[in-house]
C-alpha cells in the first residue's frame, strides 16, 4: 500500500504581505480582491498554498500585526466577502490559504484592552499583562521590546504598567487567563468555519513570560547597530514553562478540523525549536526553521552542518521544513547576492521538507530603497538600518508605470524597488534563463520526482569545501544536488555517471563523469544518477 502524505508536507506554501502584492482598487496598498486577480499566477508557477500576513482590522501601528478585531477584514484589504472569494477561487485552484493568526497581542485600539485600561476592577483587566511600577516609579523589570526600548507603558490613568513585547500600541495578552485562551481557540473556529486551510501563528514561542517577572539576562555580546531584539537573553520571556501545553490545546483545535496545518513562527536553536512538534507530534505540524536566515554567514560547511544537524536530530516521524525570506528579514537576493540567490532557491526547493518562498523571491527581489523619511516600520522607527520596509516593497509584476502593482496615478504605499524595469514578472516569463523560470522548473521538478517530495534525504561527503552535495533517493530513483556556494569555479569529485536534470544557469543538460564535475562560480546542479 503507498503512504498518501497531506498537502502541507508534499506542498510548497507561499507567503504574500497583502499590502505589497497587489492593488485591486488603485489606492496604492494591495488588497484581498487584488491577490484573487492572481491567483492564476500562482497557480502557473506551480505553488500549492498561500499564506497571508495579516488582513483584520489594524490601525497599522505594526502593518496589521496590530490587531483591533480578529474576526473581520480590514477595509483596506476588503470585505468579508473578498475574503470568501478568495478562499473560494484559491480552493477552485487548488490552492490553500493560510491566514496569519497574531495571539500573543492585540492592538491597544482593540474593544477588550480599551475595557481592560478603563480601570482595575475592570473584567477584562487580567486579560493583559498588568505590573506596579518599581520602587522608584519605572518600569517594573528590565524587559526590553523587540522593537526597541523598554517592553512597559504607564498607564496614567490607572497607575500601572502594561506589557508590550513589541511596539507600545501592542499589549500583550495574559494567556495564563483560560478566558484569554478560550477566546482565542473561539477566533481559531471563526477562521476554519469559513473554511481556511490553517494558521501561521505569530510569534508562538513568546506567549508565556515569567509570572514572578524576574528580569532577563543582558547579552554581552550585544553592540549599538546590532538587532535590538538580542540585547538581551530573554531567559524569562521566551520559550518558558507551561507553554507546551499551550501550544497542544491550540493544536487540538485545529485538529477538530481534518486536515488543516499548524505553522509556528519560533526563531529558537534547533533542539528547543524541534520541542514544538511534541513529544507526540502534537503541537505544531511545521514549527518553522529559520536556520537559513539566522545563520552567521552562507558558507558551504555552514549550511551543511546546520542541514545535518537539522536533518538528524528531528523527532521520528516530524516532517522538516525550510524557510530562506520573509518579511522581517532581508531577502535572500540581497544578503547572498542575485547570482548565489538562484544556488539558494535550488537548495530551498530540493531539501526534505516544505518550503516557504516569500513574495518576489520567485524573481530573484532585492531589498528596495526606503528613504529614512518615508520609513513606516515602527521597528525601523526606532532603528533606521534594522527597517523592515525595504523587504516589503511592492510586487514587480511588468515594467509599465509602478511595475502593474497599482495605477500609475497613484503613489504605491512604499516606493518600488530600482531594478524594477528588468526583474519582473512579465519580463522574467519570456526569458528562458530568468529567475523565474528557475523557480518555477524547480517547482514542477519538485512535484513531479518522488524523490525531491517525499524521498530520503543524505548529504555526501566530499573534498571541496566550497560546496555542499547531498542525495535524495525513493525507490529507484536516485538524485543529487551540487551546489556551489562560492563565486569561483569548482571542481567535485564523485563516483559514477550522472545526467545533469537542471542547472542554476538553465543552459545545461546531458550525461557526464562525476569524477570531475565542474561547476561555474554560482552554480548549482541537480542531477539524475546513473549507474
Ligand atoms: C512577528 C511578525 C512581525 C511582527 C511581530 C509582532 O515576528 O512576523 O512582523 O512585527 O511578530 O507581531
Avoid at 508557477?45 to 499564506?51: E, Q, S, T, Y
Avoid at 484559491?90 to 492585540?106: E, G, Q, W, Y
Avoid at 525550510?322 to 538562484?342: F, K, M, P, Y
Avoid at 514578472?425 to 513531479?448: G, H, I, K, M, Y
Amino acid at each position: 500500500m503507498t503512504q498518501t502524505y497531506p498537502w502541507w508536507q508534499t506542498g510548497v506554501i507561499y507567503q504574500i504581505y497583502p499590502r505589497s502584492f497587489m492593488d485591486g482598487n488603485g489606492d496604492g496598498v494591495g488588497d484581498l480582491p487584488g491577490i484573487t486577480s492572481r491567483l492564476d499566477y500562482l497557480r502557473w508557477l506551480g505553488v500549492d498554498a498561500i499564506w497571508l500576513s495579516p488582513i483584520y482590522p489594524s490601525p497599522m501601528a505594526d502593518f496589521g500585526y496590530d490587531i483591533a478585531n480578529y474576526t473581520a477584514v480590514d477595509p483596506l484589504f476588503g470585505t468579508m466577502q473578498d475574503m470568501d472569494t478568495l478562499i473560494q477561487q484559491a480552493h477552485s485552484r487548488d490552492l490553500k490559504i493560510i491566514l496569519d493568526f497574531v495571539p500573543n497581542h492585540t492592538s491597544d485600539e482593540h474593544p477588550w484592552f480599551q475595557e481592560a485600561r478603563a480601570s482595575r476592577e475592570n473584567a477584562k483587566r487580567d486579560w493583559y499583562i498588568w505590573h506596579d511600577p518599581a520602587s522608584d516609579g519605572g518600569p517594573p523589570n528590565n524587559w526590553t521590546s523587540y522593537f526597541g526600548g523598554s517592553a512597559w507603558q504607564f498607564d496614567a490613568q490607572t497607575g500601572q504598567y502594561y506589557l508590550h513585547l513589541f511596539d507600545v500600541k501592542q499589549p500583550d495578552l495574559n494567556w495564563r487567563n483560560p478566558r484569554v485562551q478560550e477566546a482565542m481557540f473561539d477566533v481559531m473556529r471563526f477562521w476554519l468555519d469559513r473554511g481556511i486551510d490553517g494558521f501561521r501563528v505569530d510569534v508562538l514561542w513568546l506567549l508565556l513570560k515569567d509570572d514572578q517577572f524576574r528580569d532577563n539576562l543582558m547579552n554581552p555580546d550585544w553592540k549599538p547597530g546590532d538587532l535590538p531584539s538580542a540585547r538581551q537573553e530573554k531567559i524569562h520571556t521566551e520559550d518558558q514553562p507551561g507553554i507546551h501545553e499551550l501550544v497542544r490545546k491550540m493544536r487540538s483545535v485545529l485538529d477538530g478540523y481534518g486536515e488543516r496545518v499548524f505553522i509556528g513562527e519560533i526563531y529558537l536553536s534547533i533542539p528547543r525549536l524541534l520541542n514544538y512538534y511534541g513529544e507526540m507530534l502534537d503541537e505544531a505540524h511545521l514549527p518553522f526553521n529559520f536556520q537559513f536566515i539566522t545563520m552567521p554567514n552562507w558558507h558551504a560547511q555552514t549550511i551543511r552542518q546546520i542541514v545535518d544537524e537539522y536533518e538528524t536530530t528531528l523527532p521520528n516521524g516530524a516532517w522538516p521544513n525550510w524557510v530562506l525570506g520573509n518579511h522581517d528579514r532581508a531577502r535572500i537576493a540581497t544578503r547572498v547576492g542575485s547570482e548565489q540567490a538562484r544556488v539558494a532557491q535550488m537548495l530551498l526547493l530540493t531539501l526534505r521538507g516544505t518550503p516557504t518562498c516569500y513574495y518576489g523571491d520567485e524573481l530573484g527581489m532585492q531589498n528596495g530603497n526606503v528613504p529614512p523619511e518615508m520609513i513606516s516600520d515602527p521597528q525601523g522607527k526606532e532603528n533606521p538600518e534594522h527597517s523592515r520596509d525595504p523587504i516589503r516593497t511592492p510586487m514587480q509584476w511588468d515594467s509599465g508605470p509602478n511595475a502593474g502593482f497599482c495605477p500609475a496615478t497613484v503613489s504605491p504605499w512604499l516606493p518600488l524597488a530600482d531594478d524594477y524595469q528588468t526583474c519582473n514578472v512579465a519580463s522574467e516569463q519570456n526569458d528562458p534563463r530568468s529567475f523565474l523560470t528557475l523557480t518555477r522548473t524547480l517547482l514542477d521538478l519538485r512535484r513531479s520526482l518522488f524523490a525531491l517530495t517525499i524521498g530520503s534525504f543524505q548529504s555526501i561527503d566530499q573534498d571541496n569545501n566550497s560546496c555542499f552535495v547531498y542525495q535524495r533517493q525513493h525507490n529507484e530513483q536516485h538524485y543529487l544536488v551540487v551546489l556551489n556556494i562560492s563565486v569561483q569555479e569548482q571542481t567535485v569529485k564523485l563516483p559514477g555517471q550522472g545526467r545533469i536534470v537542471l542547472s542554476t544557469y538553465l543552459d545545461r543538460e546531458g550525461s557526464l563523469d562525476l569524477s570531475t564535475l565542474h561547476l561555474r562560480g554560482n552554480e548549482g546542479y541537480l542531477l539524475e544518477k546513473l549507474f
